[in-house]
């Protein structure tokens, strides 16, 4: 497989992964700002935890690209076009934003086993690093979220 192919796989994986963290990044400010009732507090700081994550994911994975001679999704319109994750509807109930969230991540984590695969057939180490990393951060995340819908 030439080079081109291999960036433009890696690609590929890299801007899925940042058109669904900005869509996600936007609908947890979304949740965080309209969460409301018993567990305010909690799903308050959780969503801003997530959020600030999300930040340095995009970051990272845009850099990560721009290494390998890659060029990251920049704009709303493309985020959209490359993203699994649906916007938020503005209507949800705090369960429905956390089983969203909980879906969201589900989502990711799929789609991070499958590029990491993609990287490891590159032989990009560092690549495959990375989203192994944010894997495991989600997979705790979407567990604990589990846990709290009581799934």
């Known amino acids: 497989m030439s080079q081109t192919t291999a960036t433009q796989n890696l690609t590929d994986v890299l ?3 940042i058109s669904n963290w900005s869509v996600l990044y936007i609908k947890l400010h979304n949740y965080h700002w309209f ?3 018993e567990n305010f507090y909690e799903l308050h700081e959780k969503y801003e935890e ?5 930040a340095e994911y995009i970051d990272d ?4 690209l721009l290494a390998i001679n890659g060029k990251p999704v920049a704009t709303m319109r493309d985020f959209l076009q490359h993203a699994t994750i649906t916007e938020a509807t503005g209507n949800e109930t705090p369960k429905q934003m956390v089983e969203t969230i909980y879906n969201d991540f589900q989502t990711i984590i799929e789609e991070l086993k499958q590029g990491i695969g993609v990287a490891e057939n590159h032989k990009d ?5 990375m989203l192994i990393d944010i894997r495991g951060n989600i997979e705790k995340h979407a567990w604990m979220l589990k846990a709290f819908l009581n799934k």
Do not use: C, I, M, W
Not at 50 to 54: G, I, K, S, W
């Open 35 to 37: 969460v409301s009732g």
């Open 61 to 64: 994975l845009a850099e990560r």
């Open 125 to 129: 180490e560092p690549t495959a690093d």
């Open 15 to 17: 801007n899925k992964q």
């Open 50 to 54: 997530f959020y600030t994550a999300a």
